[in-house]
């Protein structure tokens, strides 16, 4: 039985930072009310949302909901710390002020998010010896900060990146300070990376700090396999969608959380097409089902 859970939803299925185009007609306020309406009690920090922290936290306390955390893009492989740490006490400055306990970090050196080449084989990111130790202590060291301000810096793997599988994932874990370091565990990636989801979350649980849920459409996934997609194209094309709706083993997934105490926040966090997936209507149907799953 799970205790001290939160459930949010991730603005991603109405507007995408990263490709403007889907949902580029959604507004912010047309997200959280949306979210608020479907059941979530928080949400992550977007692209579209107001830059002042006094000015959103009154739109979202006029919804009951809460911010979450907030994605941090470091580039610990390939610039200077300095420059890292300087950006993510900026970024925790602004959480802070909206009583946000999360900051979710990827490290995009390398990644292919934007490119237009195939994710796969040999063109997946891989790090050097010399990079991973680079990775490693900088986590450290900005994980140290946060948690002197009261955070968990949840380390994010990610499809197209250094950090992508479960033994890239292993060897970031037992190289950074668990008193320092967590992982923002999720589900479809690792689903994605080719990965057994309930394997995964066994082996990490004690070091998950943020849950993001996340399903995988297995027929898309086998067709972005044998036709080498992009990341986006991955995206466009419908890989991704909210939790049961896919191959994801959720249940699973659950009874190791809640076996292990899991406390924090469970997002639902599903890069779909806002024309094609509507997203009140998803919103709903995750919401429906994770109660189905766990009764909250």
Known sequence: MFKNIKLGI?????????????????????MVSEAALAGFQGTEVGGKFPIDPVVLKHKLDIRNLEIASQWFSSFLCSRSYEENEKAFINQLNFLEKLGASRINVCELTRCLFAEDISM???NKPVATNEEWKLLCEGLNKLGKIAANKGFKLCFHHHMATVVQTISETR?????????YV????????????????????????KRIGHVHLKDIRPEKMRQAYSEGFRFRKAVLEGCFTIPGDGCVDFPGVFKVLSDNNYEGWLIVEAEQDPAKANPLECALRARKYIKQCIGI
Do not use: K, Y
Request: net charge negative; charged share 20%.
């Open 10 to 30: 991730a603005p991603i299925g109405w507007t995408n930072d990263d490709m403007p185009q889907l949902g580029g007609d959604l507004t912010f306020e047309q």
């Open 182 to 205: 967590f992982l923002c565990f999720d589900t479809g990636h690792f689903t994605f990376a080719g990965e057994n989801v309930v394997e995964a979350v066994n082996e990490f649980v």
């Open 120 to 122: 796969f084989g040999s």
């Open 171 to 179: 060897r970031l874990m037992e190289n950074t300070n668990p008193d």
